[in-house]
């Protein structure tokens, strides 16, 4: 058996955590340096209302842990996954996802490994958070401002711990899990290592959204459950069941799209949802319990850690958002979380003792089991923002449809997934991050369903939506003199 290592985990974000918690459980010594000072609150309840912070703003936006990263919880953190539902998270079957359209709506095999889980992402950091302080082999130190790194000369250069304003700690493996605003191309060039290759691409979208509870002798005008995302005309919208019931409802615009800005206000934020009638049957039945959370537009990114074939530097790897940022729309980003963290473990486990090798078989779990989601990501935007852009700036008119003889693409297949059971679960697939988008996208059997869903209904069932006059009169509409909830301004 090879011997444990001394690790560093750089950021306690929930990709910290997790990778935190499965290297301590493979037998590894594990220290957790996090900026931020913490205490844990008493509950669910209690983390919610802490939940907003301006250096994450995204944590009380609406979240879903989608299939691969409840399978990985499953696999890896039974006893996190029973905390969570003890919490109040609910198990939501992928039978519960299937829209009135769908022709067939017979269970199959295959739909387990496709079920959910609905919650706030508060609620499954304060159940990661309990956890990971009753860790035994993990250390969590709040409050530390972390410098740089120390590493000792070569090529690559060997990265052998960390400078902290409290002082240095020597580590066998260094993880960055600080998150998309990563200091590690400054530590690389204090080293005088090469930096870390990183991909861009706007997403260009900016996040508005609320908690709800169900008004009391109300009777809720779908499940509890329900997640539907709409993408209208002039906007995106969206309602996502949570735990202990509370609904999360959320308004996307582009970012720079300015008429939006009156969206902080709730009553603009309450106006504008009730434009599009399926959400205004919503706000009849709920009762708000927040103010409006307010998160810019963030980039999808890529980073690798190989470059040209070599490592930059050896004893240095990066989980989460330090290796790769997708548009929150689709909700990926727990599971590209927990699947570094696993990959990780992993690769420790099939090269103990070679930093490169190390490096260099991360970087191959990079490439195929991320990398697929990033390019899809800023494929699906490259196509949203054409036609938003359009629409709204009279930008030119969007490409149409890729006509490509062996394949389909995301719009086509989420179309087909409103009426055809196959195109439904491979849609969920991609959705769950359990099949690379290409495989789908170009697998017969979906390919030709698809292509006969869409000569027969054209696209997806059609959501009524307002008009421009409507839209417009619904963000003029805040009272004179009202200030914005600016303890909720990023």
């Known amino acids: 058996m090879a011997a444990a290592l001394n690790v560093v985990v750089v950021g306690g974000s929930t990709a910290g955590v997790f ?21 844990l609150p008493l509950d669910v309840e209690a983390a ?33 996954y029973a905390q969570l539902l003890a919490a109040g998270v609910c198990e939501v079957p992928i039978s519960t996802q299937m829209p009135a359209s769908l022709e067939d709506q017979s269970p199959r095999a295959e739909d387990e490994q496709l079920t959910l889980l609905m919650t706030r992402r508060t609620t499954l950091d304060w159940v990661l958070q309990r ?3 009753a860790e035994p082999r993990v250390t969590v130190r709040w409050g530390v401002h972390t410098l740089g790194l120390l590493a000792r000369p070569g090529e690559p250069a060997q990265v052998t711990g960390v400078r902290t304003e409290e002082g240095s700690i020597v580590a066998d493996l260094v993880v960055d899990a600080t998150g998309y605003r990563s200091p590690v191309d400054r530590w690389l060039r204090d080293i005088g290592a090469q930096p870390t290759t990183t991909l861009g691409a706007e997403c260009g979208i900016a996040y508005f959204s609320r908690h709800f509870r169900p008004r009391p002798g109300t009777t809720l005008p779908g499940p509890s459950t329900t997640r539907f995302v709409a993408g209208l005309d002039e906007f995106n919208a969206g309602i996502w069941g949570g735990d202990n019931g509370v609904m999360q409802l959320a308004v996307a615009p582009l970012a720079k799209d300015h008429r939006f800005k009156t969206l902080r206000h709730v009553d603009v934020f309450t106006a504008v949802l009730r434009t599009v009638p399926f959400f205004a049957t919503w706000l009849e039945a709920l009762d708000p319990i927040t103010d409006v959370f307010i998160m810019g537009a963030v980039q999808n990114t890529m980073r690798r850690f190989v470059v040209t074939g070599s490592p930059v530097v050896t004893g240095l790897v990066g989980v989460g958002d330090s290796v790769c940022t997708t548009n929150p729309t689709l909700g990926r980003g727990l599971s590209l979380a927990l699947c570094g963290a696993a990959n ?7 090269h103990p003792d070679s930093g490169r090798d190390q490096a260099l078989a991360m970087d191959k779990m990079v490439k195929e089991h991320v990398l697929p989601f990033y390019e899809d990501q800023v494929a699906i935007d490259g196509t949203r923002l054409a036609m938003l852009e359009h629409t ?9 449809a890729s006509s490509n003889a062996n394949g389909i693409t995301f719009g086509q297949l989420r179309a087909a997934a409103s009426f055809d059971p196959i195109a439904f679960r491979g849609f969920w697939k ?7 988008p290409q495989d789908v996208y170009s697998d017969p059997e ?8 869409l000569d027969r209904y054209g696209s997806s069932p059609t959501i009524e939506q307002p008009t421009r006059e409507q839209l417009l009169a619904a963000l003029a509409n805040h009272s004179a003199g009202a200030q914005p909830e600016t303890s909720l301004l990023v």
């Open 131 to 133: 956890t990971i302080l």
């Open 392 to 400: 709204i700036f009279n930008g030119p008119c969007p490409a149409p």
């Open 48 to 80: 919610a209302k802490r939940g907003f912070r301006s250096t994450a703003p995204h944590i009380p936006q609406p979240h879903t842990v989608l299939a691969k990263c409840r399978q990985l919880l499953l696999e890896y953190l039974p006893d996190v």
């Open 19 to 39: 990778t935190a918690l499965l290297l301590a459980r493979a037998g590894h010594t594990v220290t957790v340096l996090e900026q931020e000072r913490f205490v």
């Open 344 to 350: 990780l473990r992993r690769v420790i486990e099939g």
């Open 446 to 453: 979906v390919v030709a369903r698809t292509r006969s869903v």
């Open 430 to 436: 991609i959705m769950g991050m359990l099949s690379r």
